[in-house]
Protein backbone atom coordinates (compact mmCIF):
# COMPACT_ATOMS: atom_id res chain seq x y z
CA UNK A 1 0.00 0.00 0.00
CA UNK A 2 1.36 3.52 -1.22
CA UNK A 3 1.46 6.15 1.64
CA UNK A 4 1.98 9.59 1.30
CA UNK A 5 3.23 12.00 3.58
CA UNK A 6 2.76 15.70 3.03
CA UNK A 7 4.42 18.84 4.60
CA UNK A 8 5.03 22.50 4.01
CA UNK A 9 1.20 24.10 4.59
CA UNK A 10 0.90 27.09 7.04
CA UNK A 11 -0.10 30.47 7.08
CA UNK A 12 1.29 33.16 4.73
CA UNK A 13 -0.06 36.64 3.81
CA UNK A 14 -1.30 37.73 0.84
CA UNK A 15 1.25 37.52 -1.62
CA UNK A 16 3.57 35.43 -0.38
CA UNK A 17 4.89 32.02 -1.11
CA UNK A 18 5.01 28.31 0.66
CA UNK A 19 6.52 24.97 -0.82
CA UNK A 20 4.29 22.29 -0.31
CA UNK A 21 6.33 18.36 -0.16
CA UNK A 22 5.13 15.27 -0.37
CA UNK A 23 7.27 11.74 -0.11
CA UNK A 24 5.63 8.54 -0.98
CA UNK A 25 6.57 5.19 1.13
CA UNK A 26 5.22 1.87 0.66
CA UNK A 27 6.29 -1.52 -1.44
CA UNK A 28 5.43 -3.13 -4.65
CA UNK A 29 4.04 0.48 -6.36
CA UNK A 30 5.99 2.42 -9.23
CA UNK A 31 4.14 5.37 -9.85
CA UNK A 32 3.26 7.02 -12.55
CA UNK A 33 1.72 10.19 -11.92
CA UNK A 34 1.73 12.88 -9.22
CA UNK A 35 -0.34 15.37 -8.68
CA UNK A 36 -1.68 18.50 -5.57
CA UNK A 37 -5.40 19.05 -5.41
CA UNK A 38 -7.03 21.40 -2.97
CA UNK A 39 -10.48 21.95 -1.27
CA UNK A 40 -11.34 25.19 0.31
CA UNK A 41 -14.90 25.01 2.93
CA UNK A 42 -17.73 24.49 0.88
CA UNK A 43 -16.03 23.87 -2.90
CA UNK A 44 -14.85 21.24 -4.88
CA UNK A 45 -11.80 19.08 -4.71
CA UNK A 46 -9.44 21.09 -7.40
CA UNK A 47 -6.37 19.52 -9.34
CA UNK A 48 -3.94 22.24 -9.02
CA UNK A 49 -0.99 20.68 -10.38
CA UNK A 50 -0.01 17.20 -11.58
CA UNK A 51 3.43 15.95 -13.04
CA UNK A 52 4.17 12.68 -14.92
CA UNK A 53 7.08 10.41 -14.56
CA UNK A 54 7.31 9.15 -17.84
CA UNK A 55 8.50 12.46 -19.42
CA UNK A 56 8.05 15.59 -16.49
CA UNK A 57 5.85 17.19 -18.33
CA UNK A 58 2.93 19.15 -16.31
CA UNK A 59 -0.40 20.09 -15.92
CA UNK A 60 -2.36 23.12 -14.48
CA UNK A 61 -5.48 24.77 -14.78
CA UNK A 62 -5.42 28.47 -15.04
CA UNK A 63 -6.39 29.61 -11.92
CA UNK A 64 -2.50 28.63 -10.75
CA UNK A 65 -0.85 28.78 -13.90
CA UNK A 66 2.25 30.88 -13.55
CA UNK A 67 1.99 30.89 -10.20
CA UNK A 68 2.36 27.58 -9.26
CA UNK A 69 5.34 25.15 -9.87
CA UNK A 70 5.31 21.49 -9.42
CA UNK A 71 8.47 19.24 -9.45
CA UNK A 72 10.10 15.92 -8.57
CA UNK A 73 13.16 14.83 -6.92
CA UNK A 74 13.67 11.45 -9.08
CA UNK A 75 15.85 9.74 -5.81
CA UNK A 76 13.25 9.45 -3.68
CA UNK A 77 10.45 10.31 -5.89
CA UNK A 78 9.42 13.20 -3.41
CA UNK A 79 6.85 15.76 -5.63
CA UNK A 80 6.72 19.43 -4.31
CA UNK A 81 4.72 22.31 -5.21
CA UNK A 82 5.85 25.87 -4.76
CA UNK A 83 3.14 28.49 -4.27
CA UNK A 84 4.10 31.94 -5.04
CA UNK A 85 1.86 35.28 -5.30
CA UNK A 86 -0.79 33.44 -2.87
CA UNK A 87 -4.40 35.09 -2.15
CA UNK A 88 -7.17 34.63 0.49
CA UNK A 89 -8.83 32.42 -2.17
CA UNK A 90 -5.99 29.85 -2.26
CA UNK A 91 -6.56 28.95 1.09
CA UNK A 92 -8.05 25.34 1.11
CA UNK A 93 -6.56 21.79 2.51
CA UNK A 94 -4.08 20.85 -0.42
CA UNK A 95 -3.92 16.92 -0.84
CA UNK A 96 -1.17 14.95 -2.57
CA UNK A 97 -2.24 12.36 -5.00
CA UNK A 98 -0.59 9.55 -6.93
CA UNK A 99 -1.55 6.77 -9.67
CA UNK A 100 0.29 3.88 -10.68
CA UNK A 101 -1.16 3.79 -13.96
CA UNK A 102 0.69 5.06 -16.86
CA UNK A 103 -2.32 6.25 -18.73
CA UNK A 104 -3.56 8.20 -15.89
CA UNK A 105 -0.84 11.14 -16.93
CA UNK A 106 -2.29 14.04 -17.84
CA UNK A 107 -5.98 14.14 -16.22
CA UNK A 108 -6.31 16.56 -13.36
CA UNK A 109 -9.18 14.83 -12.01
CA UNK A 110 -9.90 12.87 -8.76
CA UNK A 111 -10.32 10.11 -10.56
CA UNK A 112 -7.40 9.65 -12.11
CA UNK A 113 -5.24 8.94 -8.89
CA UNK A 114 -5.24 6.66 -6.23
CA UNK A 115 -3.76 6.62 -3.56
CA UNK A 116 -4.50 10.35 -1.73
CA UNK A 117 -2.52 12.36 1.45
CA UNK A 118 -4.48 13.06 4.87
CA UNK A 119 -3.88 16.70 3.66
CA UNK A 120 -2.15 20.20 4.76
CA UNK A 121 -3.77 23.56 5.61
CA UNK A 122 -2.80 26.75 3.72
CA UNK A 123 -4.06 29.78 5.00
CA UNK A 124 -3.45 33.04 2.81
CA UNK A 125 -4.71 36.01 5.57
CA UNK A 126 -4.72 39.38 4.43
Known amino acids: QVRLQESGGGSVETGGSLTLSCEPS????????MGWFRQAPGKEREGVAG????????VYPDSVKGRFTISRAYAKKTVTLAMNGLTAEDTAVYYC???????????????????WGQGTQVTVSS
Open 26 to 33: GIGHSLKW
Open 51 to 58: ICFRDGST
Open 97 to 115: AASDLAYHCGLLTSESFDF
